[in-house]
């Protein structure tokens, strides 16, 4: 062996002449490698006039003297250039950064002695990628220098995430925050994957929404609240009739009735406002369809064409259902352009000549996500739906 093993600094051999200059070529190599500190590790052409013991390190691309010598160390000795190939672990002072670093697969990475910044803390655990601060501990802290302590969440814009999610095993079960848009929002899951709105507040207005619901704390059932429709229900009439009819003609989802009959079955103000349920009692056992009436012909639209195939011409319908002898109508289309949603309401206050009347609604529209109406046969008066509850 001719050479130190990590060093490379030359031995004297055995009966060497001149053993001086062996000597002084290791002495300059530890002056150069000992304390290494380092004017740049940038510079790619040597500095025209540099001064004795000046080093850096090259990096690709070099030229001049220094070409063919990337990532090597270049020391200016004895007036010439000598040239050292750092190895993995060295540390070095970068004297124009002001910082130290450590040599690593030909690039030199910053060794932060402080925390401002620096690319991962785990406290008690390991910082990783996605959590790059991670604390394990039975409480922290954040306390008040002043008055005061503001913990900040910041997003990149609107349309992004910016919340606090609280796990169990891992996995989610509560977040809150401002999730994928202004509004704040409370949700939960029972698993992590499938999650439910549980208060929503509109960043504009203030106003909170529930969508589950607020249940009373003793019983546990859900309390509803009473929307009011715009202008006291004036334009949402219901007016249920005992009105019977006789089908004129059958097309996909068209019933066409003989002698004008619709208005019979349908009030003016129930026109595309609200769908009633029809029986054909010529059918046997009897047969029912969710009709509308929103065309200017005496024709009543069948939400699904399926119920209505085996009906001919001749059939006679009626609204009255021939065994409870109710009339059920669901008012789906009027909540949607009055209240510009459907949603199965507790109940509606329904205003007549006589005085207001509350029906509760708790049997659900096969053809909407309302809950039906139901009225005796024996309920001829005209209804102005003042509010719903929900």
Partial sequence: MVQTSNLQLP?????????????NEAIRALDALVQLSLISRTLKEPPAKPKEGDRYFIPSGASAAWGGKDEQIAAWQDGAWAFFKPQDGWCAWMIAENCL???????????????????????????????????????????????????KINKAGDQQLASILFQSGYQGRVEIGTIWNRDFSIKASIDGKDWRDIMLADNKTGAVQFPGGIAQARTGKKLCGLIFLPHGGINAVLEPAAGTAVCASISADLVSLKSKAASGIFAPGMRDSALIRIWNTSKSPVQSAWVKWDTAADQLQVSDPAHIRQWVAGDTIQTIDPVSQSIAIDISPLMQKQLGGVFPQDGVLLGTAGGDLTIACFIASPVSATNLIIFKAEDRKRFNVIGVYG
């Fill in 11 to 23: 031995y004297i051999a055995p009966s060497q002449a001149q053993k001086h200059v062996t000597h």
């Fill in 101 to 151: 670093a450590v040599f690593n697969q030909g690039q030199w990475t910053d060794m932060h002695t402080g925390t401002n910044p620096v690319d991962l803390v785990g406290i008690n655990a390991r910082a990783d990628d996605a959590n790059r601060l991670s604390l394990k501990s039975a409480a922290s802290l954040f306390d008040h220098v002043g008055n005061g302590h503001q913990l």
